[in-house]
């Protein structure tokens, strides 16, 4: 089952910064954070293992609620460059398939 | 380290013909994913592949559609006959599968069945 992301899009001035969410229904065994710029390959920015491990970006950080099978990136001080689509894609086991959600779309302005 | 190529970067072709998708994972890696992306929707995983051996095709739509990896190197996705719905972006990823789980992305092959 797909999951579910908010906001579907956000607007921003650098500098300022962003949350967004996933919810999956499902018990997950980690969640995997993508960022898509149009035409172009999603690129990994985050994982976030069951147990609190996390791996990714220096710039970038996100937050796992197994319990709640929820989990949040945050982008601090955004830059021109973070503008693109996010995705989060859940996974139920370690190696196992991505169910992405729908998408926020970010921008940032100057 | 090379990334993961998929090639042909674009491909037109009319209903009913056959197209290969070819995917070239980073070397090493003994996960292979392929995705796919349909206009307006969500990327939709069609399979994974551990080495040569096909571990969840769980997404692959229906039997016009045939995966192979060969040697455990390669990829290749036939589709075969085409039909208009299969137009979309088709993504392939992979991950060494031990020390770390995240998945690479290749650029795509943008499919156009017209």
């Known amino acids: 089952q797909q999951p579910v992301q908010s906001p579907q899009a956000v607007i921003l001035r650098e500098g300022e910064d962003a949350v967004i969410n996933c919810s999956s229904s499902k018990a997950l065994y980690s969640v995997h954070w993508y960022r898509q710029k149009h035409g172009e390959a999603p690129v990994f920015l985050m994982i976030l293992l069951k147990g609190g491990e996390q791996k990714g970006h220096d710039k970038i950080s996100a937050s796992f609620n197994e319990k709640k099978q929820q989990s949040s990136l945050y982008l601090t001080a955004s830059q021109l460059s973070y503008s693109g689509t996010y995705f989060c894609?859940?996974?139920?086991?370690?190696?196992?398939?991505?169910?992405f959600g729908q998408g926020t779309i970010l921008t940032v302005h100057p | 380290e090379a990334g993961v190529t998929q090639f042909p970067s674009h491909s037109v072709i009319e209903k009913g013909q056959t197209v290969t998708l070819r995917c070239d994972p980073i070397s090493g890696h003994d996960n292979l994913y392929w995705y796919r992306r349909v206009m307006g929707k969500e990327i939709k995983f069609l399979l994974h592949?551990?080495?040569?051996?096909?571990?969840?095709e769980s997404g692959m739509p229906n039997n016009r559609f045939l995966a192979e990896r060969t040697g455990g190197t390669y990829s290749t996705l036939k589709v075969q006959p085409a039909e208009l719905e299969d137009s979309g972006v088709y993504f392939c990823?992979?991950?060494?599968?031990?020390?770390?789980?995240?998945?690479?992305f290749g650029p795509g092959t943008r499919l156009t069945v017209t």
């Open positions: 894609g859940p996974t139920r086991t370690s190696y196992g398939k991505l169910t």
């Open positions: 592949f551990v080495k040569e051996s096909k571990q969840d």
């Open positions: 990823a992979s991950s060494t599968g031990r020390v770390s789980y995240e998945q690479y």
